[in-house]
Nanobody, 116 residues
Framework: QVQLVESGGGLVQPGGSLRLSCAAS????????MGWYRQPLGEQRELVAI???????NYADSVKGRFTITRDNAKNTVYLQMNSLKVEDTAVYYC??????????WGQGTQVTVSS
């Protein structure tokens, strides 16, 4: 089995920055794509950013130029650097990984609140 543990959420003022981390633990797996999703209160979960094992990235239009996804394959960890945060970025952020042979795995989520 694989477990994903997120950290780094919190309260920040508009224009501020946060860095989320997500580490995968377990044994007998390899990680393909890793990504971050978010779910604002009362809304559906949406893709924020995704990164392949080779480092190819893709971003939601709403975060392009502000957020950066990276990964450390040696540590089975994915990061999301969030800059110029806006009130509308407030959501629970979930880490996601496609782990062979176990399939799609989700983290427990971490709250990000952008408010003055």
């Amino acid at each position: 089995q694989v477990q994903l543990v997120e950290s780094g959420g919190g309260l920040v003022q508009p224009g501020g920055s946060l860095r989320l981390s997500c580490a995968a633990s377990g044994s007998g797996f390899s990680i393909l794509d890793m990504g971050w999703y978010r779910q604002p209160l009362g809304e559906q979960r949406e893709l924020v950013a995704i990164i392949s094992s080779g480092g190819t990235t893709n971003y939601a239009d709403s975060v392009k130029g502000r957020f950066t996804i990276t990964r450390d394959n040696a540590k089975n960890t994915v990061y999301l650097q969030m800059n110029s945060l806006k009130v509308e970025d407030t959501a629970v952020y979930y880490c996601n990984a496609n782990c062979f042979p176990f399939g799609i795995t989700w983290g427990q989520g971490t709250q990000v609140t952008v408010s003055s």
